[in-house]
């Protein structure tokens, strides 16, 4: 079983829309850590936050916003009023006690396309 | 900081011939990690070493796979003799104390390798 999983393989919307992706994860450990990572076309991965397991409180940094909760296992992200400069390919990543927070499981990543 | 810096950002070359990777951690950082990506597996982690010391090579696919860290600023990965099945970006990153508590793995941008 794949310990983070991203569903949503793409997404396409109109610019100005909000969309939301999707992150599931499954670990044993009580303490661990959820990332979300950006990859634009360009190829670079781009870091974009980390929160911890006992942080349960909803993000916010401008257009984006992170939803994280515990009881379903999932970290989700949400972009309002999406722009062309959105589209990219989004992962989700694990980082788990028990492998001492010393790496990082990706999901496959959701490609998001924005068009105008 | 000028960032992870990878070497060569492109790599063309024949089956059976060597390839070697490149790969400048961040100053500072104690923690650098090789990963690959491909359509097939998305991200995965190939090895990652901890005070220029390897601790986990498991994700090594095969014997044919080399990693080295002579010192805190320079890492290779190296392919011998590389097959067409190799083809695949590899990112390499680095961190400081791991990917967790107040720490993020920051990304180079990428070796895109082609084994024809």
Known sequence: ??????????????????????????????????????????????????????????????????????S???????????????????????????????????????MLLVSP | DAGVIQSPRHEVTEMGQEVTLRCKPISGHDYLFWYRQTMMRGLELLIYFNNNVPIDDSGMPEDRFSAKMPNASFSTLKIQPSEPRDSAVYFCASSFSGTGPNTEAFFGQGTRLTVV
């Open chain 1, 1 to 70: 079983a794949q310990k983070v999983t991203q569903a949503q393989t793409e997404i396409s919307v109109v610019e100005k829309e909000d969309v939301t992706l999707d992150c599931v994860y499954e670990t044993r450990d009580t303490t661990y850590y959820l990332f979300w990572y950006k990859q634009p076309p360009s190829g670079e991965l781009v870091f974009l936050i980390r929160r911890n397991s006992f942080d349960e409180q909803n993000e916010i940094s401008g257009r984006y916003s992170w939803n994280f909760q515990k």
């Open chain 1, 72 to 110: 379903t296992s999932s970290f989700n992200f949400t972009i309002t009023a999406s722009q062309v400069v959105d589209s990219a390919v989004y992962f989700c990543a694990l980082s788990e006690a028990g492998s001492g927070y010393s790496t990082l499981t990706f999901g496959k990543g959701t």
